[in-house]
């Protein structure tokens, strides 16, 4: 019947090709063989009638014609599909599953463990993260909220960068700028004693304005917030103080308005008109305890309601809604021209800005910080660390499945012979893996539960689950994004397996003939080369950490507080022309003591940002402009006590002090100071002199560099002036083995001198070293998480490395059989997986390289990257692989070749 | 059950494959009726017609027939069933008795 087909020519054109193509896409199989004859034999019938042309448009529009239903119904099949979900199958899927994780007790146990790692690591770390990101969130109106910060410029360059600014900034704003709505002040913060009945409460406080309370979200639980901080030597006490205090439970907190304590020396008493709750842990101010801005303007003067030259004062400023802050900081540059005038007013050229509340905790860099900052960069990483531990563990998971693959080959078979498709295939087993991934979370999270308390005491931060559930960063959106994460990582995880599962053919396998896919394979090294330079990143991170911390540690400060015990100077003691004596006999009378070898007195300690004299200028030089030193005031005994060398001139003589500072003329200098000054050594300056504010100082002596604050900061320049405080500190050198017995008899003589006064000490090494705990905390807390990633990681190519050998104990049979040698073989196993922790480590070193280069330039004083801490790292990385390889390879090559060879 | 109504493109589908009495497949249907009423008349139309008269059992179809011209593809061949003879025979004696209804001009 068939005629010969004959080749097309050009009498005999064949139609385009493309509109056949767009038939198949959408046509159903089974009609397409006839109705494209259909369309060629019309095509040529009509080629014959009425041309090519005509043929071809007549060609298109059936072919475009065709688009109708009927072309779309595909074949019904002759024999129909029951329903995946039938409750007989997902009975038997989950029996099998469950016996499968019986039978493979090791290999189950093996990868719920990095599950359940994986996910408490990532539930903590993430708690963490949510914590510090939720900061200030809880105000109300949070995001139009700013805090006004200020740089200061001389001579072009930046020397102050602070949260600190001028007392007129804020008011003056508010009446140039609509855009705020209110604003508020801030100043003196601190620890405050409050006393009451003789007894004495120490607590952070600060004096603040009315508006305090509407800028921001604090509620009251008694008293007006509106007039609360109107009054002079008004005062809210915290919730936790009229307990402290009064004993005050919460219904008798309307009583406690009107009653009164007194602040540190302050004569006037000051009258409780508000109770409040206590600060949320998440805000970055925290105090206990407020007073009326209005008693400063009492106590200090007039200025720091309205001054331009001395800034001692926080300003927060809320936008009116909808109002864009980016343009109104445009504006601000002219308004620093229209009030400072360049550095007419203040001696500097000032700039101001508007930090998002926001950012007042975790994105601070100022100085003269006044809430409690964290490091913005360190959150991040932990939230790196938390997505690589979840990550790892699932690529383990994902191995681990598709590696014993193999094994369940013949089950695998056997179903598609029954009448399984892929799709119930794939079914079983996603859900084999999300049983086994629902359990891991579970236990995850039971874990992370139980482990809560040793985490908050190990950071310190009180962390609950319910940050992670709503009361925390994004609120209740987070906890559904979570979820998100975690049922997509699950299905995620699960679905690779799945698939790979499913696709076997089922004679190949039911013959014996299947091997296992290259393609297969080309994933695992993959996920093995990730999972590895994870580890490799977080190794190198966290050894640089350490090195950081030793070197912060371990580095010469430039001078020495071993064993000096610090004692807070008598707040509560009024000054008067005895108490430079007074001071001074209280330090004899120390040094009475046997094991204490020299006290001195200072106004302030190392390792706090110091106060700043500006426009300082060298007499004789003709210098245009000032320049701007740290100061510090000590007596005559401070460099011998902190053995800080006076390098050039002599040290203060006693005769330097006076009970009246104007009197006082004499300073010493540091190194970095007399260079400011223009002098080209230590001995040129000795003698000469310098002006501040109209008053001419002598530079008696020059000391020696040393970090006044922790390596983050740079050596400034210091000028230290004989001044005597009684709210400063006394520093006590002592030596001996039982301090505590010295302590009890500074204790004795500091009471008996000062009576009223609260004793508080501490040691000087351990508080300087407290600037670090943030950094400590982090190196502490990111590298029992990145030793965790690698373990996880570990424990993946354990697994791995323990299916792939026993997949080949025949093959090394036959090769000891044949004469190979243990490490022969042993070299032969570990070669495949320890090339790809190689590759891994090319790949992790340049990521590792960035991150650490990023945290390591918060420091002024840091250790050099070499690229022996990445060898390091590298050894580490490679040992690691080995040690999880070898575990399984030695064992195989010492199988004797008998047991193996022996079946079949 | 699909009603036997038919529609007016469908009659003359159903007509065709009579017409062509065995030798009834969609390019031949389709030259048929262009050849008969004169306009040109899509493929898929044609086939889409073809698919409901199937539907409806007026039709019933094999495949077979393949020739060059339409480089080696089968035909599906359309034959009328009993059905089909019927609903044609309806039709016409419907058509018959309306037209003996018009009243004869005097």
Not at chain 1, 363 to 375: A, K, L, Q, R, T
Not at chain 1, 817 to 826: D, E, W
């Amino acid at each position: 019947m068939k005629e010969p087909i004959q080749p097309p020519n050009k009498q005999n054109p064949l139609p385009p090709r493309w509109p056949g193509r767009f038939l198949r896409l959408f046509c159903a199989p089974h009609l397409v063989e006839e109705l494209e004859g259909d369309l060629q034999e019309l095509f040529a019938q009509r080629l014959r009638m009425h041309g090519e042309q005509a043929a071809r448009t007549r060609y298109l529009r059936d072919v475009f014609g065709m688009v109708r239903p009927f072309a779309f119904k595909r074949e019904v099949s002759k024999y129909p599909q029951p329903s995946a979900f039938q409750s007989a199958m997902i009975r038997n899927y989950f029996k099998i599953a469950l016996r499968n994780m019986w039978k493979n007790k090791g290999f189950s146990a093996l990868n719920i463990t990095g599950l359940v790692t994986g996910i408490t690591a990532c539930l903590m770390i993430l708690q963490y993260v949510s914590f510090e990101l939720s900061f200030d969130r809880f105000h109300h109106d949070f995001d139009r909220i700013y805090r006004i910060t200020n740089d200061r410029f001389q001579q072009g360059k930046l020397i102050q960068h602070g949260t600190i600014t001028y007392p007129a900034v804020a008011p003056t704003m508010a009446k140039d700028f609509n855009e705020i709505e209110t604003y508020t002040t801030l100043a003196n913060p601190g620890t405050f004693s409050l006393q009451k009945d003789r007894r004495i409460f120490e607590e952070k406080g600060a004096y603040t304005d009315e508006r305090f309370l509407s800028v921001f979200t604090f509620p009251l639980l008694a008293g007006d917030r509106a007039t609360a901080l109107k009054a002079p030597h008004s005062i809210i006490i915290s919730e936790t103080n009229a307990k402290r205090i009064f004993n005050a439970g919460p219904d008798q907190y309307a009583n406690l308005i009107g009653k009164t304590v007194k602040v540190d020396v302050d004569t006037e008493p000051y009258q409780i008109t508000g109770i409040m709750k206590d600060f949320p842990a998440t805000s970055h101010l925290q105090f206990g305890a407020l007073m009326s801005f209005e008693t400063l303007a009492l106590t200090w003067g007039e200025w720091i309601k309205n001054s331009w030259e001395s800034s001692d004062v926080w300003h927060y400023a809320k936008l009116r809604p909808g109002t864009d802050a980016a343009s109104l900081e445009k504006k601000l540059p002219a308004f620093s021209q229209r009030h400072f005038r360049g550095d007419k007013v203040s001696g500097s050229v000032e700039q101001f800005f508007l930090q998002p509340l926001s950012k007042a905790h975790l994105f601070s860099d100022y100085e003269y910080e006044i809430g409690n900052v964290n490091n913005g960069k360190a959150v991040w990483t932990m939230l790196i660390i938390a997505a690589f531990i979840l990550l790892i563990a699932w690529i383990n998971y994902i191995n681990l499945a598709t590696a014993r693959s193999l094994e369940r080959a013949r089950e695998v078979g056997v179903r598609k012979v029954a009448g399984a498709t892929s799709g119930q295939l794939i079914g079983q087993f996603l859900s084999e893996s999300v049983v086994l991934n629902a359990l891991a979370l579970v236990l995850g999270i039971v874990l992370a539960l139980i482990f809560q308390p040793v985490l908050n005491k190990a950071i310190d931060k009180p962390l609950s689950f319910a940050l992670l559930t709503g009361a925390g960063f994004g609120g209740p959106k987070l906890a559904l994004m979570l979820s998100g994460v975690f049922v997509s990582g699950i299905l995620l995880s699960g679905f690779y397996p799945a698939f790979a599962l499913s696709s076997f053919k089922a004679v190949q396998v039911l013959k014996g003939s299947f091997k296992r896919s290259a393609k297969g394979a080309w994933v695992r090294q993959s996920l093995v080369i990730f999972q590895y330079t994870a580890s490799m990143v977080l190794i190198v991170g966290t050894f640089i950490v350490f090195k950081q911390l030793k070197f912060m540690r371990e580095e010469k400060l430039g001078f020495n507080m071993d064993q000096v015990l610090v004692i807070r100077g008598p707040q509560l003691t009024l000054w008067d022309s005895t108490s430079i004596d007074r001071i001074n006999s209280f330090k004899t009378e120390l040094e009475r003591i046997p094991s204490v070898q020299i006290a001195s007195a200072s106004g302030s300690l190392f390792g706090n940002r110091l106060s700043r004299s500006f426009n300082i200028r060298r007499v004789g030089a003709n210098q245009e402009k000032g320049v701007t030193f740290s100061r510090m005031p000590v007596d005559a005994d401070f460099f011998e006590t902190y053995k800080i060398p006076v390098v050039a001139g002599r040290n203060f003589l006693p005769t330097d002090s006076n009970p009246d500072s104007r009197k006082v003329t004499t300073a010493i200098l540091n190194e970095s100071a007399i260079k400011l000054l223009g002098f080209a050594n230590a001995g040129e300056a000795a003698g000469q002199k310098f002006v501040v504010n109209g008053k001419e100082w002598e530079i008696v002596g020059v000391v020696s560099d040393f970090h006044q604050q922790s390596l983050k900061s740079n050596i400034e320049p210091i000028v230290f002036a004989p001044f005597y405080t009684l709210a400063g500190f006394f520093s006590i050198k002592i030596n001996t083995a039982d301090p505590a017995n010295t302590i009890a008899g500074i204790r004795e003589k500091y009471n008996a001198f000062f009576p009223g006064n609260n004793f508080d000490y501490f040691f000087m090494d351990q508080r300087f070293n407290e600037q670090y705990k943030d950094d400590q905390t982090f190196g502490k807390v990111s590298s029992f998480f990145s030793f965790l990633a690698v373990l996880i990681a570990s424990l993946g190519i354990f697994g791995l490395s323990s299916y792939t050998i026993s997949q080949r104990t025949k093959e090394i049979g036959v090769r000891k059989v044949l004469g190979a040698t243990t490490s022969g073989i042993v070299a032969l196993l570990s070669k495949d997986f320890l090339k790809l922790v190689l590759f891994a480590i090319g790949i992790g070193a340049p990521i590792a390289w960035y991150g650490v280069n990023q945290w390591l330039s918060d420091f002024a004083y840091r250790i050099d990257i070499e690229w022996w801490m990445f060898a390091i790292a590298a050894a580490v990385s490679l040992l690691i692989a080995f040690a999880s390889v070898s575990f399984q390879s030695v064992r195989a090559a010492l199988m004797s070749p008998v047991k193996s060879l022996r079946s079949e | 059950m699909k009603g036997t109504y038919l529609g007016e493109f469908e009659e003359v589908v159903l007509l065709a494959v009579a017409i062509l009495a065995g030798d009834a497949y969609g390019a031949a249907i389709t030259h048929e009726i262009e050849q008969q009423m004169g306009r040109s008349v899509n493929l898929g139309a044609v086939h889409a017609a073809l698919h409901r008269l199937e539907e409806k059992g007026l039709l019933s179809s094999r495949l077979g027939g393949a020739t060059a011209e339409r480089g080696g593809r089968s035909k599906r061949f359309f034959t009328m069933t009993m059905a089909g003879t019927n609903a044609l025979d309806n039709i016409r004696e419907m058509r018959n008795r309306m037209w003996n209804a018009i009243p004869k001009p005097a």
